[in-house]
Each structure stands twice: as structure tokens, then as C-alpha cells.
């Protein structure tokens, strides 16, 4: 790292605020207000913490840096913009900017979706999806159609209709009893008696697509307004749909009629090698979530893509005057649509998703060369994506992750933990020598944890 800026150490003790009134979000407050980890400046493929270590992030902060941080031209962007117009409300007004990036992504987005709604999360995104989709059904005069499929151990957010539809019970416990009703969950896909140590997609397990087939048997599909789940679930530790498994979804969800709908909030904007998950299994859904990496996670934004078809029936079927009765202070905001913009030319004029194509055979090595560490029990890569699972310490669930994950920071690399699988998913601006003290951090990090 290059910066001045970066170089120069921070005193913690001068520099920190009190860290009380801060209510942190998924987040062991208690804990961490005892032993804070504070980053303070970020470049490239670098955090600076509060203490001046140069930390590389291998998880693109939050799954959403996909460029890697600070870049000049983004945050040009969003400087300009912010003396141009600071705001313009979306309600019966417009700018041009938020016209533009929903035609720049539209023509990212797999051929047929072409509408781009905008929101300021990927939890936004969801809800805004599942509205959609119940829209969508009663201006087609099916308005029996309300029912939500997803899956368990899916995430898709915080608001309630996406803890709902999301099926990670810690997420979903302290709220149940007010949660949308008339949802249903198939079962996850995760095996590992017949898929440990699959590289790529596993082989096993199209048939957990039948679930969803049963659940229409059980319901009637003049019942069921969408299915939604993420092409690889990230949130719940890295898993990847085994071979077949979402055509035969899709399949299914043509023959009786049913919106399927992408949660890409993670797999969007190249994070396994190509534009969308969408594209890079062949399978094109009816609307697509997505967020994260639109802006480089510059400016927080989100966005339901949706299939013209969509559009149609709930806007221009509609009588005069306002169609969709949904929108947020901030849709679309300037700020935002400058930053969006920014970032998809730095993704197309540096080739990033290409990239990521390429260096996705060295990382499923790198990751794969954790075979016989210390703990580990499973290994799965797609894209620039890994999941290292480790056995759980008896009686205590997630601290053998938590603890790797800690190790990990501590030797200078950020990872991510989910219970005990550890996950990476590094900007794809990544060099192969990172890749390398990334995996090399890790099994460092595991032969020191108990
Ligand atoms: C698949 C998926 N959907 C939705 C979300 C929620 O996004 P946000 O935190 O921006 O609300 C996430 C966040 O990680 C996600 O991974």
C-alpha cells in the first residue's frame, strides 16, 4: 500500500470515541466493546487498523467491495456528484443519473430482465421483490396467489418479509411470532456425506429440487406467488448448488406458473466469475435481488431487476396514476446512481468478472490445499468464493470459527465466520500472491486454534 495516509499509524487512545452508545448490528457488543477491532482506512486489497496494521481484506469487506477499496474514479464520482445535487426526491420526480445506471445495468442483466427498481439494501431489495411479486399476481387476476417459498438456511436480510422467506433460525427466533404467514421453506442442499471436498459444484443432490414439488402438491401452485433463494448461499457458510439442481427449481417453477426469484445480493456483480449468478449457471430467474457490489459498497444501494413481462402487467396494465404503492426516501439517490455508475465502468474497462473467471482455477487450489489442516471437514470453492468448514468444538458450536476468524485478523488477514465455516470472497482485483497469504493465514491460524 502506497497511500501516506495509510501509512501513518493512529493513536487508539487519542482517536477513540466512547464506544457505549453505539449498538452495534450483529455484533457480540459486550465482547467486542471489551476488545475492539477498529479499521480506520482502507485501499486497494488493504484495511489500516486503529494500530497501524496493514490488514488484507479477504472478504471485500462484507462481500460487497468488489473492486477493491477506494478507488479514484468512484470516489471522484461521488465527490462531484455530492457538489452537483446533493438529492432529488424520487416520488413524481426524476434525475437523470438514476435513468442512466438502470439502463447501464439493464444491459448487464441477463437478456429479458430489463427493469431495475432501486432501494438502499439488499434487505430493501427483498421486500421490494416479494411486493412485486404480489403485485405482480393481482394485476394478472390470480390474487390468490400470496404464498413465498425459500429455503432453509437462506438469507435474505433483515426486514420481515426477507427473515421470512430466510431460513437461519438464530435470525429468525426473537421475531417469530410476527413473521409473514403463508411461507414454506424446502430443505438446503448441503450433504456432506456425499459432497465433502466438491470442487466447483457438487455432483449429489438435483433431487432436493423435489421438495418444491411436494410443497406445490401440498398447497396448489394457484397458491404460491414466488420462490427466492440465492444461486450459492453465503450467508449461512458458503453453499453451492450441486449440478442441476436450480434448472430442475426453474423447471418447476415454469410448469405451474411460479415467479422465481434470485437473491444475488452476494453472487452479483462477478463475485464467481461472470456478471450474475444467473449467467454463470444458465439459469435466468424472473427477478433478481441484488445490492453490495452495485456501488462497490460506496454508497449503500439495492435493486430488484425484473423481467419486462413484470413491468408490464403491473405497470402499464394498470389504470392511470400511481402503480406501485412502494418506494424509499432514497431510491435511487444521486449520490448512489454516481457511485453505481462508476463502479460498473470500473468493472467493464478493467475486465473484473473476466478476471475473476481466471483466477478462479488457482483459488479452488489454494483452497483445496487445506486438505488435512487441522479441524477442517469440508472444503467448497465456485468463483472467488471459499468455504472452509471445521468441526465444531464439542458443547460449543461457532467459537472454533469465531476464534480462527480472530487468529486470522490478528496475522494480518481479514475472514469472515459463519458458526464454523470461515469464508473468503476477496475483491476481485486479488493477486495470486494474496490468494496465497490468505489460504497460508488460514492454516496458520487453524494449526494455533483448539
Ligand atoms: C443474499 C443476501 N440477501 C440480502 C442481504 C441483505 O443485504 P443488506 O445487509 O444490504 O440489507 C444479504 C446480506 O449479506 C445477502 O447476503
Known amino acids: 500500500m502506497t497511500s501516506s495516509t ?40 488493504h484495511y489500516i487498523t486503529a494500530d497501524g496494521r496493514q490488514v488484507l481484506d479477504g472478504t471485500a469487506g462484507l462481500w460487497c467491495v468488489n473492486a477493491g477499496h477506494c478507488r479514484d474514479s468512484i470516489t471522484a464520482a461521488i465527490r462531484d456528484q455530492a457538489s452537483i445535487m446533493d438529492y432529488a426526491p424520487p416520488f413524481q420526480m426524476g434525475h437523470p443519473l438514476a435513468f442512466e445506471l438502470a439502463q447501464e ?19 430493501e431489495a427483498v421486500d421490494t421483490a416479494l411486493k412485486i411479486a404480489l403485485a405482480y399476481w393481482q394485476s394478472k387476476g390470480e390474487p390468490e396467489r400470496v404464498r413465498f417459498i425459500g429455503r432453509a438456511r437462506g438469507y ?16 429468525r427466533k426473537q421475531f417469530a411470532a410476527q413473521l409473514l404467514p403463508a411461507v414454506d421453506h424446502i430443505p438446503h442442499t448441503h450433504d456432506l456425506a456425499h459432497n465433502a471436498y466438491s470442487r466447483g459444484q457438487p455432483t449429489y443432490g438435483a433431487d432436493f429440487a423435489d421438495a ?12 404460491i406467488a414466488a420462490v427466492i433463494l440465492e444461486p450459492v448461499a453465503g450467508s449461512t457458510g458458503v453453499l453451492i448448488p450441486p449440478t442441476g439442481y436450480l434448472e430442475k427449481i426453474r423447471a418447476t417453477c415454469d410448469r405451474h406458473g411460479i415467479l422465481l426469484i434470485f437473491d444475488e445480493v452476494i453472487t452479483g456483480f462477478g463475485r464467481l466469475g461472470a456478471a450474475f449468478a444467473a449467467d454463470k449457471f444458465g439459469v435466468v430467474p424472473d427477478m433478481m435481488t441484488v445490492a453490495k457490489g452495485i456501488t462497490n459498497a460506496t454508497v449503500p444501494m439495492g435493486a430488484v431487476c425484473a423481467r419486462h413481462a413484470i413491468y408490464d402487467t403491473v405497470v402499464n396494465n394498470a389504470p392511470a396514476g400511481i402503480e406501485l404503492f412502494h418506494g424509499y426516501t432514497y431510491s435511487g439517490h ?20 473476466e478476471r475473476a473467471a481466471s483466477l478462479e482455477s488457482y483459488f479452488a487450489d489454494a483452497v483445496h490445499a487445506l486438505r488435512g489442516s487441522p479441524h ?3 472444503l467448497r470453492n465456485i468463483g472467488l468464493v471459499a468455504g472452509i468448514e471445521l468441526e465444531p468444538r464439542a458443547g460449543a458450536p461457532g467459537a472454533r470459527g469465531f476464534e480462527t476468524f480472530l487468529k486470522c485478523f490478528e496475522l494480518g488477514v481479514m475472514v469472515r465466520s459463519t458458526a464454523d465455516t470461515i469464508a473468503l470472497s476477496p475483491p476481485l482485483i486479488v493477486e495470486k500472491s494474496q490468494i496465497d497469504q490468505m489460504f497460508e493465514t488460514v492454516a496458520q491460524a487453524l494449526r494455533t486454534v483448539d
Not at 442483466?109 to 431495475?116: S, T
Open 6 to 45: 495509510l501509512d501513518a499509524p493512529i493513536n487508539a487512545t487519542e482517536t477513540h470515541p466512547s464506544l457505549e452508545e453505539l449498538w452495534m448490528p450483529f455484533t457480540a457488543n459486550r465482547a467486542f466493546k471489551r476488545a475492539p477491532r477498529m479499521l480506520v482506512a482502507a485501499k486497494d486489497m
Open 376 to 378: 477442517v471437514i469440508d
Open 156 to 171: 435474505h436480510g433483515v426486514g420481515f418479509g426477507g427473515v421470512s422467506v430466510g431460513g437461519i433460525e438464530a435470525n
Open 105 to 123: 445495468l439493464a444491459r448487464m442483466l441477463p437478456e429479458g430482465i430489463d427493469h431495475v427498481f432501486f432501494g438502499n439494501s439488499g434487505s
Open 212 to 223: 418444491l414439488d411436494a410443497l406445490i402438491d401440498k398447497h396448489g401452485a394457484h397458491t
Open 334 to 353: 444521486p449520490l448512489a446512481a454516481a457511485a453505481g455508475l462508476a463502479t460498473l465502468e470500473v468493472y467493464r474497462s478493467e475486465g473484473l468478472f
